[in-house]
T-cell receptor, first 116, second 123 residues
Framework: AQSVTQLDSQVPVFEEAPVELRCNYS??????LFWYVQYPNQGLQLLLK??????LVKGINGFEAEFNKSQTSFHLRKPSVHISDTAEYFC??????????????FGQGTELSVKP | GAVVSQHPSRVICKSGTSVKIECRSL??????MFWYRQFPKQSLMLMAT?????????EQGVEKDKFLINHASLTLSTLTVTSAHPEDSSFYIC???????????????????FGEGSRLTVL
């Protein structure tokens, strides 16, 4: 079975400071990795994804993440956050599409709170 | 970009009634759709995988007679919460996986898109 652990439930940070949201995963088979952002009472927006290739993945809104296979991690980073980055962030893993339709399993979420 | 539409976005119903939530892929076909529920301040929990033309696959612990899923076409899946009770109040989110590439909006086969969610409140 696959599982995702987001190590921090809440991350407070000041505006323009760097931030890292941590994510570790567990799987006995190869998986794909994702980060999503959710604003209050809204659906999910894809920030970035790792399918294969370069382990450093760049996404939207200045976010990036690095896949580390040996540490089974996929931490999300941004060098300088804005107030508008305040939201809930979810790390997720999925199986390949041919395996159970490629269903997504989500971590518990990390609430990023950016303060002025 | 490609859109997945959920309807209704908000619904309030009385205890004991049934509520149907629709999930439509507007710009692409999706043989597979997923239904999630999310309680306040919590993560998304996968309820079931909806497959066009066949029975849904439910996750462990999800009552299939309580949460009826129908995926009758390549662009529509429905979730019906039967005999709803206050504990069923939640945010329900669907996602649709594109089953074929489409030139419109550059959708690639296999891409996953999420709806905006439906908030169910059972009184």
């Amino acid at each position: 079975a696959q599982s995702v652990t987001q190590l921090d439930s809440q991350v407070p940070v000041f505006e323009e400071a760097p931030v890292e949201l941590r994510c570790n995963y567990s799987s006995s088979v190869s998986v794909y990795l994702f980060w999503y952002v959710q604003y209050p009472n809204q659906g999910l927006q894809l920030l970035l994804k790792y399918l294969s290739g370069s382990t450093l993945v760049k996404g939207i809104n200045g976010f990036e993440a690095e896949f580390n296979k040996s540490q089974t991690s996929f931490h999300l980073r941004k060098p300088s956050v804005h107030i508008s980055d305040t939201a809930e962030y979810f790390c997720a893993v999925s199986l390949p599409i041919y395996n159970q339709g490629g269903k997504l399993i989500f971590g518990q979420g990390t609430e990023l709170s950016v303060k002025p | 970009g490609a859109v997945v539409s959920q309807h209704p976005s908000r619904v309030i119903c009385k205890s004991g009634t049934s509520v149907k939530i629709e999930c439509r892929s507007l710009d692409f076909q999706a043989t597979t759709m997923f239904w999630y529920r999310q309680f306040p301040k919590q993560s998304l929990m996968l309820m079931a995988t909806s497959n066009e033309g066949s029975k849904a696959t439910y996750e462990q612990g999800v009552e299939k007679d309580k949460f009826l899923i129908n995926h009758a076409s390549l662009t529509l899946s429905t979730l019906t919460v039967t005999s709803a009770h206050p504990e069923d109040s939640s945010f329900y989110i669907c996602s649709a996986r594109a089953s074929a590439p489409t030139d419109r909006f550059g959708v690639r086969a296999g891409e996953l898109f999420f709806g905006e969610g439906s908030r169910l409140t059972v009184l």
